[in-house]
């Protein structure tokens, strides 16, 4: 294909015979001379100049009279009409067929009618990345080539089948759109400020239905700003803003399900939509060059959403960002109960991770039982899977610490300090100071609950098979000792690899309990087993609402911890099955083994395999941490909008704050109380000042 400087000479002489382009497609001509100007990489350039084309036309009459006449011929008599009004905006409530819907057309994309601009674009600007470079062109070389080619603006239409009138009617196909879809119950339900008020979408849809009759019975060919009938649509179109604003706002009171978010998000995009499409037909004093740039914006906007029709990642962006938030939500006041403050807290901590050991001690024992029965792969899954979801759930219903629960539960948290730090106008060396003290506790509190969970899981397997050892005379770890010391070398086995792998599944799990939680709310859970006629008849009305709190409550966590039992259970049955390899090791579990594997050796394992699998054990819960908080920061920034650079930063403060405070990260302070900057506490009293703040703000 031409790229060099020539390449417009070489096309016009190419392709232009005795004053008309011929070629062998209708299109062909057009689409090598939009290549020439095309650049290899957008990202390297800030400005795109077509001035190569501009001066052989003004020095090449033939040739000019030629393209006009092609390109005349090219673009009349063509709709456009349902790429305006669909291109680019959600067509379907359901998020995940709309994004296998667009991954499948990046792969075999769809082609429209021929009849049609959109197939024209396709064909033509067909790259994802030709918008960017086509708005870095210069708009004062646009208007030129404008004038050269003697184009007609599109006020200048009087067809019926004109583009202005293709225009009005793509606005007005949306406004009904709007007006329906906003009248639908799951979305009145989430501004029920809205309840008894005319919708915003109703009224904005009339109205423009006066300014389409006024434009067709040709009373008028412009809007001016000025017009009455101009300024109640802006009117308008603010008040559905809101009205879909507030949905969203409305989210962190009653929930929101992905159905109910792809509504507000296409109710979102159409208005964004119909702004922009209303603007090209607004004005100030109708002058040549004023319709000129109205229609060179609007060919603009064409190619731009006929090249984003098909964006994934933005879909994606848009579509989970207000879910996540949700979610991350719901983890940010799970996640504050798991950072320790205060030297009370902090031995409380260590006395639920013991607890969480010793129920770790007993899965230990009943998973070795488990591998030993005569069953299937299948149910040796089913097995593991019951035994780490019972298991967990007993950890979280008596209250106790899994330690790699944690990390999950309390990114949220250190977001809300992150947030704080970036709202202050101080220094950027001094901006991330309370997260680094914020860090600091949750830190310490990871480290002793690692503790507590390791100090006991070990002792209690080894009591554990000791005791079966006594009663029964069956050594049940004889058989596999070396394996289980084996996998937690983490140079002779993959337990690091693992150890990501279920670091992985503790920020799924933290996901599903923000979900479970986000969908109750939504859903209202809570109000509906409390008022539930027959419960309240057979077991009283206290205990009908005791139960409704439970459930509310509790049913988050019940289903995290039991998602997270069977993503354990599995992943090593399917790594078989897949021949991939994969597996979880757990620094809880891996300390209950290496008790398991020394009481199998008959106390007599080789020191060196001791040594690594103590050292992997703890090379292990590092990496279930760094992995699972890594994930659950990345979708907490995600949720907030927070540049990712900014994590130099915080790596920058916290090490800063370690070098001056280390006791700081191992042990509580003597006061209890760690201070942020400008004299602000994040103690106890001034976290539930902050949760009273952002209550109120909600």
Known sequence: MLRSPHGVEELFNKYVIDGKVYATEDLLFIVELVHIFRPKNNKKINRVSIDALIAYLKTHDIERVALMNYLIELLSNRNFSRMVSDAGILQDADFFDEVKKRMWAKVLP?????????????QVFYKHTDAEWVFMI????LIELFSLLEFSSIFSDKNDGSTLNELLTSIDIITQRMSGRAMESSIINMVPEYSHLESPFRALEHEFTVVLQSFQKEEIKFLLESDINYKQIIVLHKQCQEFVNQAFKNSSKYGISMKVN???LRLRQQLARVNVLISVLVMPEATLTEKRQNTLKFARK?????????????LIKESTQLISYEITQHTAKTGEHYITNTGKEYWNMFKGAMGGGIIVGFMCILKVFAHETDVSGFGHAMLYSLNYALGFCVIYLLGFTLATKQPAMTAATIIKAIEDGRKQHIDDADKHIGFAKLFARLFRSQFIAFIGNVILAFPMALLL????????EVNIAEHDWSKMLVDADPIESRALFHAGIAGIFLFLSGIISGNVSNRNKHNKVFYRIQEHPWLKRNIGYTRTTKLANWVD????GIASNICFGFFMGTCGTIGVFLGLGIDIRHITFVSGNIALGLYGSGFDAPMHMLIWAFIGMWMIGFMNFLVSFSLSLFLAFRSRNIPFKETKDLVKATWRHFRSFPIEFFLPTSSGVVENPHNLTTGKASDKKEDSNKDNSH
């Not at 210069?138 to 070389?141: R, S």
């Not at 064409?302 to 933005?314: A, H, R, T, W």
């Not at 409550?553 to 988050?556: D, E, G, I, Y």
């Open 262 to 264: 792809q509504s507000l």
């Open 302 to 314: 064409l190619i731009e959403y006929n090249c984003y029709k098909y964006n994934v990642s933005g």
């Open 110 to 122: 769809y082609q429209p009618e021929k009849d049609t601009y959109e197939y024209v674009l396709n």
């Open 553 to 556: 409550t509790k049913w988050p």
């Open 465 to 472: 098979v000791w005791g079966i050892d006594m009663l029964f």
């Open 138 to 141: 210069p708009e004062e070389q």
